[in-house]
């Protein structure tokens, strides 16, 4: 296969891999760990033909190279979409650590592997391209292995349900809001789906469920 259908392939696995663990994420830990493997792939891809393949558009021997940067980007979004969805988490300071660690070398390599934003005025696309790269795919699967690989053993709490509020913006979402519980002082909040909006009400109560997490970050999730 020539270096055009490859990139090709990717983003297409990409973006249908994003549409899957986004909008239908059954067989969670495989979808997952597919949209954690496959900008890897990518980023190893464009080093393995360096400067042929980039994530911007330009020319190689006056020909248009082609782009990976869908088989980077859907995917990253779609982890940190499901990991702020599904997980939430109390302290974020070794969520960042572990995101600056998993995602730094690989934005290197990528700029390295496509001779992009690395001198010249693009820089500061470069800058905006990793901090984005930092904050989805870092942050995203620091947040899901923190807490798929978990095997703490869990606590149990009961809080009281406070109010109810629909958020609506780009997207509608589902906000409860409960009393203190735990470790946690003040009053707390939490976003569900719109089935579970529908069905609690206020002064219900809710059972949360509480563990260390993987990588030392507690987690919280509604029983």
């Known amino acids: 296969m020539t270096i055009k259908k490859i990139s090709t392939a990717l983003n297409w696995t990409g973006g249908l891999s994003a549409i899957w663990l986004f909008a239908y994420p059954k067989f969670y830990s495989l979808s997952v760990l597919i949209n954690i493997l496959i900008p890897i792939i990518g980023i190893l891809f464009a080093l393995k033909h360096q400067g042929k393949v980039g ?10 190279i082609p782009k990976i940067d869908s088989a980077i980007l859907f995917p990253s979004f779609a982890l940190i979409l499901r990991a702020l969805i599904d ?3 109390i302290g974020f300071k070794n969520i960042f650590i572990y995101a ?3 995602s730094v070398p690989l934005i290197i390599v990528l700029f390295y592997g496509t001779k992009e934003y690395l001198i010249g005025k693009k820089i500061f696309t470069g800058i905006v391209w990793a901090i984005l790269f930092i904050f989805t795919f870092g942050c995203g699967t620091a947040i899901l292995t923190n807490a798929l690989l978990d095997k703490s053993k869990p606590e149990f709490y009961k809080a009281k349900i406070i109010n109810k509020e629909i958020e609506k913006g780009k997207t509608t979402a589902y906000r409860i809001d409960f009393e203190p519980w735990g470790p946690i002082l003040e009053n707390d909040l939490m976003r569900v789906s719109k089935k579970e909006f529908d069905r609690l009400n206020v002064n219900d109560s809710i059972e949360l469920e509480l563990r260390k997490g993987f990588l030392k970050t507690q987690w919280i999730i509604k029983k």
């Open 55 to 64: 994530i911007d558009y330009r020319k190689w021997n006056n020909t248009p």
């Open 100 to 102: 600056l660690i998993i």
């Open 87 to 89: 997980f939430k988490i």
